[in-house]
């Protein structure tokens, strides 16, 4: 996947920056596609505790969750005994965070909110984190400034993000070929996983800055079909996809072919793959 410097990056006005209806439009109906609540509990169900825990969120921190979908990270901050916000661009995907809150006995204030465009104040929270989330921003320099923007001077910022080089950046990397062309100035979400590429965006704005690789088993899968399946079907960027192509079978089937093949030469023996993701912590500088 080629890199993109975000100083080489200037998002466009007009239809597509970030400030755009249209693309909110068009992100938001892309998440609400399949049934992403059902991925993150599937494939990823201990990611966002990984994630409150390096961030070290206790009684009394007032946690922002940027990129909540379904609450994977907000409720195991509601857990830990925080006051928790989860934002995300899509709210259809709350009432199964609703539910999933409720069962564990927790209240999270939901609110719909654009990761480029936060309705909240400067320095609001004390705390800001997003599971594998924000990084699907298409301008992740706005997205970085948001995200240090409301965090109080100190405060903790935390991601958990796909790296390129691992499973998820690979499957990316896959779809590209077939999928629509992106909009002017938009980068690929694994950049995310890059240090280098963390380190420019945040800049000399946060201090204590922390980026380890680490990887997630995933064992849902008994073979690289069953997996390309379930995204298939439930994925929102892989459901988009394949819509795109839905009318070249042709395409469909070199797809379905190289998702298959992708998954398989990742499995490490009895359905068990390792996903790479970069885990970011920092604190915001004064």
Not at 195 to 222: P, Q, S, T, W
Request: with cysteine.
């Amino acid at each position: 996947m080629s890199r993109l410097q975000p100083s080489e990056i200037a998002p466009p006005p007009g239809e597509y920056g970030p400030a755009s209806a249209a693309l909110r439009a068009k992100h938001r109906a892309m998440w609400a596609l399949g049934d992403y609540p059902s991925v993150a509990a599937t494939v990823i169900p201990q990611l966002g505790a990984r994630l409150v825990e390096a961030c070290g969120v206790e009684r009394g921190t007032w946690v922002l969750d940027i990129g909540a979908g379904a609450g994977n990270a907000a409720i195991p901050a509601a857990l830990a005994g925080a006051s928790v916000v989860a934002s995300d661009l899509t709210p259809e995907l709350f009432e199964v965070g609703r539910v999933a809150a409720a069962a564990h006995g927790v209240t999270i204030e939901w609110q719909e909110a654009d990761a480029q465009a936060l309705p909240y104040a400067d320095c609001e929270f004390d705390c800001a984190i997003s599971s594998v989330g924000l990084m699907f921003a298409p301008f992740h320099q706005a997205a970085a400034d948001e995200l240090v923007r409301v965090v109080a001077a100190d405060g903790i910022i935390g991601m958990a993000n796909w790296t390129p080089q691992g499973f998820i950046g690979q499957m990316f990397a896959t779809m590209k070929p077939f999928a629509p062309t992106p909009p002017p100035g938009a980068q690929p979400p694994p950049l995310w996983g890059d240090e280098e590429h963390v380190r420019e965006l945040l800049g000399d704005r946060v201090h204590a800055l922390n980026l380890v690789r680490e990887r997630v088993i995933v064992d849902a899968f008994a073979n690289g079909v069953e997996f390309r399946e379930f995204f298939k079907a439930n994925y929102g960027p892989t459901v988009a996809v394949y819509a795109a192509i839905a009318a070249e079978p042709e395409r469909v089937a070199e797809l379905d072919r190289a998702l298959a093949e992708l998954a398989d030469a990742y499995d490490l023996g009895g359905g068990r793959m390792e996903w790479e993701y970069l885990l970011i912590t920092a604190r915001k500088s004064g």
